[in-house]
């Protein structure tokens, strides 16, 4: 699988964002030509002192930092952002294909991150799955998508980070876990360089929603909301 970027309220790389209180960051798919305000993440978190042991580098992307105002993206969300059987509709709520298929991408996306969270050293304890809060992650996802705008709706949904993987190809099972190994990749350390990990290794937040929304080109959007 080739390297993606990293783009987030600033771009990291090329397939990733990340924003944080407000810290938010994205994971760039191939063809979006979206690009970054720059400047480091605002947030300040870090990651507890755990050391990860892979060693990994990033392989790019960048996280915007700056304070996220709460208010709703200029793409516009949906007030259901129910799921639907992948048949694009006129309703307004996001295509997030198939309902297994979509169940099954965030049941992995939450482990993922648990996974990582549990290889450092000392190990962090899971995030929560916060099932309440996806439909209106799948909103955000959507409006991102609708927009072509990383983090347009961030903090629509109440999170006080995000990290998002924009213009990805699918399935959404398959390119979760690609985006979160390049976000993990950019390892420990201050700056936008290391938002999506710093996101990722919370120890202030308790929770994650991780959202899905196909756009009518048929690439992903995926956000990552903590809580």
């Not at 298929?101 to 549990?118: D, F, G, P, S, W």
């Amino acid at each position: 699988m080739r390297a993606r970027s990293f783009v987030a309220c600033a771009a990291i790389g090329a397939l990733v964002w990340a924003c944080s209180s407000s810290d938010a960051s994205t994971l760039q798919g191939p063809g979006n030509g979206s690009t970054s305000s720059g400047g480091a993440s605002s947030s300040g978190a870090t990651s507890s002192g755990a050391t990860s042991s892979s060693g990994a580098t990033s392989s790019g992307g960048t996280s915007s930092g700056g304070t996220s105002s709460g208010g709703t993206s200029s793409g516009g969300t949906s007030s259901s952002g129910g799921a639907d059987s992948g048949t694009k509709k006129d309703t307004g709520a996001p295509d997030t294909g198939p309902v297994d298929e979509l169940t099954a991408a965030r049941a992995a996306c939450v482990q993922k991150i648990n996974e990582y969270r549990a290889s450092l050293t000392p190990a962090l304890p899971p995030l929560q799955q916060y099932v309440a809060k996806e439909a209106c992650t799948d909103a955000e996802s959507k409006s991102d998508g609708d927009s072509n705008t990383p983090h347009g709706a961030f903090g629509t949904c109440g999170e006080t980070a995000q990290d998002e993987c924009p213009g990805w190809p699918g399935p959404p099972g398959t390119l979760i876990l690609g985006c979160l190994a390049q976000m993990w990749a950019e390892g420990p350390g201050t700056g936008a360089g290391h938002g999506h990990y710093n996101n990722m290794t919370t120890t202030s937040r308790t929770q994650v929603s991780c959202g899905f929304y196909r756009t009518a080109k048929g690439d992903w959007w995926a956000a990552q909301n903590f809580y």
